[in-house]
């Protein structure tokens, strides 16, 4: 595993004990994420995709193993601990946009900087949140209420909210899964130009069709890390078996 990793997991398990059973969410996964990676975490209902992101999110702890984040184990870290390395570390996007209705666009991205422990000079809030609408194409709408903008606008909106604390990790929860096709490939893109500019992404998503716009696919079941493959060159393997069984339907009409 690289040493330079933002995330690195080490045979993490996560049993939930429920009365007189055990369920085993997360049984021994180990896996690093390099900075600069976009990956996709995928699997059915009861793979242990959500618990595993709420692990890496810092929202629960593992029962065993390690969890470094961004160089800080915090496997073993406390509540209030947990809560500080969430707002300093990590920028959640969620599948419900979480707006304040009542605000602003630019008022709801200011908001995690008023929980920063380090405190933000009012002035520095309003410029940090206007560069993080502008990343994210929504610059010209800083004035509006959620009400007044388009699904994809307000997924925008709360992906600023994410950035504005400027996180080493930026986690994503099924965050197309209120939009529409368009719109998601909309937003696909927003988070395929935030990589390229060096953010590192972590997406659950259980749509393929999303999961393609990553550069990492890792697919978990019963607990356990099914498959762990760079996006292009499943495509490309992808690619070659349609043309060879394209080929073969050639020769058998000729």
């Known amino acids: 595993m690289p040493t330079n990793a933002v995330i690195q997991l080490t045979d993490i398990h996560k049993i939930y004990h429920t009365g007189e059973v055990d369920v085993h969410a997360v049984r021994g996964v180990s896996l690093a994420i390099a900075p600069g990676e976009f990956v996709a975490i995928m699997g059915s209902s009861g793979s242990g995709k959500s618990t595993l992101m709420n ?21 073993t870290l406390d509540r209030d601990a947990l809560a500080k390395i969430r707002n300093d570390k ?3 996007v969620f599948q419900g946009f979480n707006l304040l209705s009542r605000t602003t666009a630019l008022e709801n991205v200011e908001m995690p900087m008023l929980y920063n422990h380090q405190r933000v ?14 990343l994210v194409g929504l610059a010209a709408r800083a004035d509006h209420k959620p009400n007044q903008l388009s699904g994809g606008q307000q997924q925008r909106v709360a992906i600023a909210r994410a950035l504005v604390n400027q996180p080493s990790l930026l986690l994503a929860d099924e965050p197309t899964g209120n939009l529409d096709s368009q719109t998601s490939i ?22 393929l069709d999303v999961a393609r ?9 019963d607990g356990m890390v099914l498959t762990d ?15 060879l069984r394209a080929a073969q339907e050639a020769v058998k009409l000729a």
Do not use: W
């Open 121 to 134: 000079p009012s002035a520095e809030q309003k410029v940090r949140a206007e560069k993080s609408l502008e």
């Open 55 to 75: 692990l890496i999110g810092c929202l629960d702890r593992p029962t065993r193993g390690n969890y470094f984040l961004d160089g800080i184990d915090v496997s």
């Open 229 to 243: 493959e760079k996006v292009a060159a499943r495509l490309i393997a992808e690619s070659e078996l349609k043309n």
């Open 213 to 221: 716009y990553t550069k990492r696919m890792i697919i978990l079941r």
């Open 90 to 92: 990590i920028g959640f």
């Open 186 to 207: 909309e937003i696909m893109g927003v988070f395929q130009k935030l990589n390229d500019a060096g953010i590192t992404i972590v997406m659950v998503t259980h749509e």
